[in-house]
């Protein structure tokens, strides 16, 4: 596998708990990539088996054409900022900083020098004397940053590095790591459970779920073409209906009955090789869909349906509406939509783009459950469990 | 109003505690000190007026000899301690719980048996008519003229043996809240095992050693039954000249000046760890706001 970093088939358990299983994937020289994934799915895991503090059960970690598998932490070119970040408490900051330099025994004058510098980049050589617990949260996470960089490491592990900050620093955290990424050029992994960081600081992501990469790719990939149930759900809001295939009309496209919504059929893109009676999954996200009052210009790849307003929810920079068509409720969100505030009409068209419903490659009910509010129905009870 | 009533309240919430400490520390503390600085008569009965001679005599060769013992066999055993419960707190706390709790109650369960006959066993363990002494002379480990017992090594092992649990439990429950997160910090940034060890886990379980030192040399200052049963008397320390000065001398104000000797040691370290304490939380204020 080409690439600057590589995890080859990486396996592990704990005790009888599988918490990777066969991962591979591998990250581009001085690109930023982010393991993105719900918490206890292996993120923290994998990381760790790239600083040598984990050994996986098989498979190998491939750094620059080296095997670095079997290397002891304190002999792997990469470097770590802690969850936690792990600031030596009895050290102060600028000893903090000159841990690395100082282990690895360069020069007193140089070790001085370089400690200098990182402070300055950091912003912090007035707190050069105190003690982490003299700082805040955000001062923390900068010295964390500065006493791994300071080893010049050719990889960079982030884990959660924003995660135990409030939400205004961690958007201001984000552009300074991003910059400081511009700078220095090094190869990030960044670890982290909120979407919105991933897609805003990643080169390219994978999706974890459960110990397994579940899709790849650059952010807007994964957000427009999402392949998988759980990274349609896990990444934004999105509605998932449930058909079958009916008619292939050519090489791209596909028509599809679609359950609980009547006998209209939707023209569905797709790119894999179904054939007509193939249950299929499709997901739409919410704002690709379009609402308005009145009926809307028909296209040859538009798909068109009616049904009236459930709720409505202002949201300031958008408003979501829930529109029931048959037995399916829908999920709608648009901006500029006052005027159909105002009207508070009952009955709306939605209109969408074929090239805007996906078909699912990989399936699983329970992934509705991720989602904000779950779209579907519930089933209603058959007769015979019918209870008093 | 509330501030007064609170003041009150920690008043008398903290009564008890000084009374306490009123009465059975203060007070001898202060007898003894101020007992030794009277003479003493031919009997050994206190006399009024105030004198020195207590403490001169503390300055004899002889006497000198003992207190340099007394404080070199304290500070060695207590060296001991802490090197030897460092590592078994270490791995202590690597242990799963149900380990840990096991190997603690084996700590403590040998104070169940009194102090005394724990003494005594060694003494049974190592009598020159003993099993120990023969197999080590049969696998000629020692010549047949040695004696186990009667000398400042012996002193020193059982001195270390009784008072390792107070230096390992400290030392434990400091490195028990340790944060091993930090060592696997300390090998990412390059740290072999033993820097981490040394630069990371020694500092962080500090308190913990420097508590464990404390009650281990404390104690051991005031040892007077272990030199005296597996000693002999070229083993004296301070704790048996002030028995001796008591129950054979029956010079009250020389015990007294004696016993004065081994708490101004004491108050001593005790002082200098408060004082370390101090300059601790205070050394960086100074520059928080200053220059690097
Ligand atoms: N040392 C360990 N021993 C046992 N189980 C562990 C250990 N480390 C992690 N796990 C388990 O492995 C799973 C994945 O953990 P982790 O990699 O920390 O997830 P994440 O970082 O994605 O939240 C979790 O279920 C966790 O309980
Ligand atoms: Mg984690």
Not at chain 2, 93 to 116: D, G, H, Q, Y
Request: glycine share 6%; with cysteine.
């Amino acid at each position: 596998m080409a690439g600057f970093l590589s995890f080859e088939n990486i396996s592990k358990k704990f005790g009888r708990q599988t918490v990777l299983s066969d991962v591979s994937f591998s990250v581009e020289k001085g690109k930023i990539f982010s393991l993105l994934g719900p918490s206890g799915c292996g993120k923290t895991t994998l990381l760790r088996i790239c600083a040598g503090l984990e050994s996986p059960d098989s498979g190998r970690v491939i750094l620059d054409g080296k095997d670095i598998t079997d290397l002891v932490p304190n002999d792997r070119p990469v470097n770590t900022v802690f969850q936690n970040y792990a600031l030596f408490p009895h050290m102060t900051i600028w000893e903090n900083i000159a841990f690395g330099p100082r282990v690895d025994k360069r020069p007193k004058q140089e070790i001085a020098s370089e400690v200098e510098k990182y402070l300055e980049m950091i912003q912090m050589t007035s707190h050069a004397y105190k003690k982490p617990a003299q700082l805040s949260g955000g001062m923390r996470q900068r010295v964390a940053l500065a006493r791994a960089l300071i080893n010049h490491p050719q990889v960079l592990l982030l884990d959660e590095p924003l995660a135990a900050l409030d939400l205004k620093l961690r958007q201001r955290m984000l552009v300074e790591l991003d910059e400081l990424h511009d700078k220095i050029g090094i190869t990030f992994v960044y670890v982290t459970h909120d979407q919105s960081e991933a897609m805003s600081i990643s080169d390219d992501v994978a999706v974890m779920n459960r110990g397994i990469i579940e899709q790849m790719g650059p952010p807007a990939e994964i957000y427009e073409a999402p392949k998988s149930s759980f990274v349609a759900a896990f990444i934004g809001d999105t509605n998932f209906f449930d058909g079958t295939v009916t008619e292939i009309t050519d090489n791209d496209y596909s028509r599809v009955q679609l359950e609980n919504m009547g006998n209209q059929q939707m023209l569905i893109f797709n790119d894999r090789r179904l054939n007509a009676g193939d249950g299929v999954h499709v997901s739409i996200r919410p704002e690709k869909i379009d609402i308005s009052a009145e009926p809307p210009a028909t296209d040859r790849k538009k798909n068109i349906l009616k049904g009236h307003v459930e709720d409505i929810i202002y949201m300031g920079n958008s408003t979501k509406f829930w529109i029931r068509v048959g037995r399916q409720l829908i999920s709608v969100q648009k901006q500029h939509s006052a005027f159909l505030l105002d009207q508070k009409p009952i009955r709306f068209w939605l209109a969408w783009h074929a090239d805007n419903g996906y078909i699912l490659d990989n399936y699983q009910d329970a992934d509705r459950s991720l989602l904000p509010i779950n779209v579907t129905e519930p089933q209603k009870p058959e007769k015979g469990h019918k209870q008093k | 109003m509330r501030k007064l009533s609170k003041a009150i309240n920690e008043m008398i919430i903290s009564t008890p505690s000084l009374l306490w400490l009123t009465v059975f520390f203060l007070i001898p503390t202060v007898s003894v000190l101020l007992i030794s600085l009277h003479p003493a008569d031919q009997y050994g009965n206190i006399m009024s007026g105030f004198t020195a001679d207590n403490f001169k005599r503390l300055m004899e060769p002889v006497y000198m000899k003992i207190i340099w013992r007394t404080l070199w066999i304290s500070a060695v055993s207590t060296l001991v301690c802490v090197v030897l419960a460092v590592p078994v707190a270490y791995y202590m706390v690597a242990c799963r719980e149900s380990v840990k709790k096991c190997l603690l109650i084996m700590i403590i369960v040998p104070f169940w048996t009194n102090f005394l006959i724990r003494v005594f066993a060694w003494k049974a363990v190592l009598n020159p008519e003993g099993p120990l002494r023969h197999w080590l002379i049969q696998l000629h480990i020692i010549s047949p003229d040695t004696l186990l017992l009667y000398n400042i090594y012996v002193v020193l092992l059982v001195i270390v043996y009784t008072y390792l649990p107070f230096a390992i439990l400290p030392i434990f429950a400091a490195a028990d809240k340790f944060d091993f997160s930090l060592m696997e910090a300390a090998y990412d940034l390059g740290a072999t095992r033993r820097k981490a060890f040394f630069k990371i886990f020694l500092p962080g379980i500090s308190s913990g050693i420097t508590a464990g030192t404390l009650m281990v040399f404390i104690p051991a200052l005031g040892s007077y039954v272990i030199p005296e049963m597996v000693g002999g008397t070229s083993c004296d320390m301070v704790g048996n000249l002030i028995a001796e000065r008591v129950l054979v001398g029956r010079n009250i104000p020389e015990a007294s000046a004696w016993a004065s000797v081994l708490l101004m040691v004491i108050i001593g370290l005790l002082g200098l760890r408060l004082t370390y304490i101090i300059i601790n939380n205070f050394r960086f204020k100074p520059w928080d706001n200053g220059k690097v």
